[in-house]
T-cell receptor, first 115, second 113 residues
Framework: DADVTQTPRNRITKTGKRIMLECSQT?????MYWYRQDPGLGLRLIYY???????NKGEISDGYSVSRQAQAKFSLSLESAIPNQTALYFC??????????????FGPGTRLTVL | GENVEQHPSTLSVQEGDSAVIKCTYS??????FPWYKQELGKRPQLIID?????GEKKDQRIAVTLNKTAKHFSLHITETQPEDSAVYFC????????????FGAGTRLAVHP
């Protein structure tokens, strides 16, 4: 089945380290998103990309960067990790078929702990 | 900025009772309102959505209502079952162009047998 996958699924790192979270999809969707989930705060958008040449900041982009290497791959980087970036990170995809906003499909999540 | 408020943050019901979760949104141009369910340790998954050209949509035991004048929408679950226990997120979005979902903070629903 077409799916959205994330690697790693769990990561523990130290303050100041650079870390990359990767997302791949076999759904053939053009749009990809990175969210952060914290208890009581819901899902907050970090970055989103509507095609390989299009990158947009979300509501909480500070401290993060992204790269859309191909239509199927969208990676999130923390250049210098800090403890308050400890969270559950989700990648999601959607397509533009039908000309209206479509369902977002989420990956399984990456649990990141910054010590 | 754009904002979606969701209430209550936690909800506990007895099996067979109904559950209602309410959301309000700030962007009057929003016209797409999905609801996602996230079971413990799992990814969020869409359970129902509504677009602004309709006021209500049903799918078996779940329904969503929309009041665009008041800028609020609600999820209704009837005849709740233990497997309905999860965190539910509402969201709102405009369509076209750089549309993106703004999520509520979530409601943790517990259905007790």
């Amino acid at each position: 089945d077409a799916d959205v996958t994330q690697t790693p699924r769990n990561r523990i790192t130290k303050t100041g380290k650079r870390i990359m979270l990767e997302c791949s999809q076999t759904k053939g969707h053009d749009r990809m998103y990175w969210y952060r989930q914290d208890p009581g705060l819901g899902l907050r958008l970090i970055y989103y990309s509507f095609d390989v040449k299009d990158i947009n900041k979300g509501e909480i982009s500070d401290g993060y960067s992204v790269s859309r290497q191909a239509q199927a791959k969208f990676s999130l980087s923390l250049e210098s990790a800090i403890p308050n970036q400890t969270a559950l990170y989700f990648c999601a995809t959607s397509d533009t078929s039908g000309g209206f906003y479509n369902e977002q499909f989420f990956g399984p999540g990456t649990r990141l702990t910054v010590l | 900025g754009e904002n979606v408020e969701q209430h209550p943050s936690t909800l506990s019901v007895q099996e067979g009772d109904s559950a209602v979760i309410k959301c309000t949104y700030s962007d009057s141009a929003s016209n797409y309102f999905p609801w996602y369910k996230q079971e413990l340790g799992k990814r969020p998954q869409l359970i129902i959505d509504i677009r602004s050209n309709v006021g209500e949509k049903k799918d078996q035991r779940i329904a969503v209502t929309l009041n665009k004048t008041a800028k609020h929408f609600s999820l209704h679950i009837t005849e709740t079952q233990p497997e309905d226990s999860a965190v539910y997120f509402c969201a709102a979005s405009r369509s076209g162009g750089y549309n993106k979902l703004i999520f509520g903070a979530g409601t943790r629903l517990a259905v007790h047998p």
